[in-house]
C-alpha cells in the first residue's frame, strides 16, 4: 500500500536511500537498506526455497515479522524504493510505501541498531510471476513495462509495451486494466516492474512481478526471445 498520510504506528521504518544520504540525516529509528539490486535465478523449487531463506534470515537481522508493519520510504517514488518494498513484501511482511516519508522533519545522524528477532518468511508466491509460468501460457496479459526502443530490441514473445510513464495513481482504466484483474509485469531487472506493480495493487488490479525480467529471460537457453 502507498501511505499518503503518516505510518502506523509502531512500524518498522526503513530508509532506501544511499548510505550517504542516511549518514547525513534519517528518520528516527530508520534502518538503512537499499535491496534495489537483487538479482537471482528462479526458475526451480530449490532456488525459491533458497530466496525464502535469505528473506527470512534477513527479516531476522532487522527484527521485521508478521507481527508489525514495514514502512519503506526514499526521496519520493522511486524505483529504489518500490524494489525495496517488493522484495520485503515478497517475504511475507506487510509493507507500505511512503514516497513523501524524507521531507523536512525531526531527524537524527546516528544509524539505528536494528533489534534482532528469529528468521521468519513466508514467500508470497501471489506477488512473485517466474519465467516458467510465462513460459506455459499465462490466462492474463503480461505487460513490459521498459521502453519502447528496449521492446523493440528484444522481449518476451506475447508481452504488450506500456512504459512505466504511462502507469500513473489512478489511471489503470486508461490502460485497460480493471480493479480485481489479474496482470504481469516486467522490465529489465524487476526494478521498474515493481514501480508498475505498486501503482496497480494500489488500484486493485492483481499484478504479479515477474523478478527475473529481462535479464534472467535473455539468459535462459529454453526461453524464446523476439527481436527485431
Not at 500500500?1 to 532506501?16: F, G, Q, T
Not at 516519508?101 to 513466508?122: I, N
Not at 528496449?150 to 480493471?178: C, H, M, V
Request: hydrophobic share 45%; aromatic share 8%.
Amino acid at each position: 500500500m502507498i501511505l499518503s498520510a503518516d505510518p502506523p504506528a509502531h512500524a518498522l521504518l526503513i530508509d532506501s536511500r544511499s548510505p550517504a544520504e542516511y549518514a547525513q540525516g534519517h528518520l528516527e529509528g530508520a534502518i538503512n537498506l537499499d535491496l534495489s539490486g537483487f538479482r537471482g535465478r528462479l526458475r526451480s523449487e530449490e532456488e525459491l526455497a533458497q530466496l525464502e531463506q535469505a528473506l527470512a534470515d534477513l527479516n531476522g537481522r532487522i527484527g521485521a515479522g508478521p507481527h508489525r508493519p514495514v514502512v519503506v520510504y526514499d526521496l519520493g517514488f522511486n524505483t529504489r524504493l518500490t524494489k525495496t518494498a517488493f522484495m520485503l513484501a515478497l517475504g511475507g511482511l506487510e509493507v507500505y510505501l511512503w514516497p513523501q516519508g524524507w521531507e523536512p522533519r525531526a531527524t537524527q545522524q546516528t544509524p539505528a541498531q536494528p533489534v534482532a528477532g528469529e528468521p521468519w518468511a513466508r514467500l508470497n508466491r501471489e506477488i512473485l510471476l517466474t519465467a516458467d509460468e510465462i513460459l506455459a501460457g499465462l490466462p492474463y496479459p503480461l505487460l513490459d513495462v521498459r521502453e519502447p526502443q528496449e521492446f523493440a530490441t528484444a522481449r518476451i514473445p506475447g508481452a504488450k509495451n506500456i512504459p512505466l510513464g504511462a502507469f500513473g495513481p489512478d489511471n489503470a482504466g486508461a490502460l485497460g486494466l480493471l480493479a480485481g484483474q489479474a496482470v504481469g509485469v516486467h522490465c529489465r531487472s524487476g526494478a521498474r516492474s515493481a514501480s508498475a506493480f505498486w501503482l496497480l495493487r494500489q488500484q486493485g488490479v492483481q499484478a504479479r512481478n515477474y523478478l527475473g525480467s529481462m535479464l534472467e529471460w535473455e539468459a535462459e537457453a529454453d526461453l524464446p526471445v523476439e527481436r527485431s
